[in-house]
Every structure is written in structure tokens, then in C-alpha cells.
């Protein structure tokens, strides 16, 4: 039993594993095969996938879906602790490498998660300038996120690609 628990925890940190996954939601409702894995910079560890979903076709962009509170723990299956509904309604975007500020917030407000811990990503230009606080509808909340928007993107997040990272 506790061999089948550290497979997978190591599926779950194994950007190849999960790319051979498919998605479930926490009550069991199929969602869709896994396309891309979205390491974190500083240390390579995925954080979010992108799904194929059943509803959407291609071309409508990719459905990001977090790993926070994810298990593999049947062959071929990722059960993410969100529901499908949440994935179905997520914002669809395109990232060719990595996910900017703006993407990134989005996607951590609509699935309701805590912004990531304060440390520097790893990534250059990544550091103090990151926002450590949520994006929320308030105006003066969104002054300060508004004016790091209008600087370039600073990444934290972004797509595993097994020739640079293998």
C-alpha cells in the first residue's frame, strides 16, 4: 500500500507521467486527456496542466487545471480536486511558453486559490516585482497589479518541454 502511494506522488511530480493521464474530477466525472504540464521555474516542479476537454474542440485554447490537491492513484488517472464544471467554466488562453502575470492571476482567482508563496520564481527578472498579494475587483487593490501589468511579463509558470527539461 505505501508503494502505490509514493507512485503516485511520483506520477504527480513527473511532467512525462501526467502528460499520459487523464483527467477526472473529484466526483468521478471524466474531464479530458492531459496536453501540456506547467512547471514552476525555480524548481521544475508542475504545478497545472492544460486539458483537452470533451466540450471543446481545438483551437479554443487551453483549460488549465491546478495540481494543487490532484492524487493519481489508478493507472492512467489524475483526479484534480476541482470539479468539472469549474474546469468546463475556466478562461480558455494560449501559452506558448509560459503563462504571464495576468494569465497566471486569472486562473488562481477562478479556481479560488491562494497566489503562490512569496519566493523568487528563478526566472530572470523574477523576484520583488512579483505581486504577493490576490487580484480582487477593488479598484485600489488592482492599482498596484495594474501598474506591474503595464511593465513586461514576469513568468513563474511554464510549459515542460522534454527536450529542455529532460
Do not use: N
Not at 494543487?68 to 492513484?73: I, L, Q, V
Amino acid at each position: 500500500m505505501a508503494h502505490e502511494a509514493q507512485e503516485a506522488r511520483d506520477a504527480l511530480a513527473d511532467p512525462e507521467a501526467l502528460r499520459q493521464l487523464t483527467a477526472y474530477d473529484r466526483h468521478g466525472e471524466r474531464i479530458g486527456p492531459v496536453a501540456d504540464v506547467y512547471v514552476e521555474d525555480l524548481h521544475r516542479v508542475p504545478e497545472w496542466v492544460s486539458v483537452h476537454t470533451d466540450e471543446h474542440g481545438p483551437g479554443s485554447g487551453a483549460t488549465f487545471v491546478p495540481l494543487e490537491g490532484a492524487t493519481a492513484g489508478r493507472e492512467g488517472v489524475l483526479e484534480v480536486a476541482c470539479s468539472a464544471e469549474a474546469v468546463r467554466s475556466a478562461p480558455r488562453m494560449e501559452a506558448e511558453q509560459h503563462l504571464d502575470l495576468v494569465q497566471e492571476q486569472e486562473l488562481y482567482r477562478h479556481y479560488g486559490l491562494a497566489t503562490p508563496a512569496e519566493e523568487a520564481s528563478g526566472a530572470p527578472g523574477v523576484g520583488e516585482g512579483r505581486p504577493k498579494w490576490p487580484v480582487t475587483e477593488g479598484e485600489a487593490d488592482l492599482q498596484g497589479f495594474k501598474e506591474l501589468a503595464e511593465q513586461p511579463p514576469v513568468p513563474r509558470l511554464r510549459r515542460y518541454v522534454p527536450d529542455e527539461d529532460g
